[in-house]
């Protein structure tokens, strides 16, 4: 268990995928390029087998977006995207209605 003050270190915010390329030195990595309102960033997901590049464009996602920056078999990625999983399914998290890129999440 976690306590509520370490759940609000967590800032989770909504980004539009501007762009969506399978990872060149990994097979279950897509590499997105997400506008988090006042800054883009790339992020590498674990959706490759799941999404085609297109589908993700101009979808809005939920990200972790005080992740650290990790390198992902040589690429670096700015947060983490949310999604659930069951039964072999990988399904991104999304807002029910559009909202503003950047929004927070609470």
Known sequence: MITIDDFRKV???VATVKSAEPHPNADRLM???VDLGEEERQICAGIRNHY???DLIGKQIIVVANLET???RGLESQGM???ASDDGRVIVLT???PVQPG???S
């Open 70 to 72: 990790a390198k992902l």
């Open 31 to 33: 590499v997105l390029r």
């Open 52 to 54: 085609a590049p297109e």
């Open 81 to 83: 995207l949310l999604a």
């Open 95 to 97: 807002p029910d209605k």
């Open 11 to 13: 800032e989770l915010r």
């Open 103 to 105: 929004a927070k999440i």
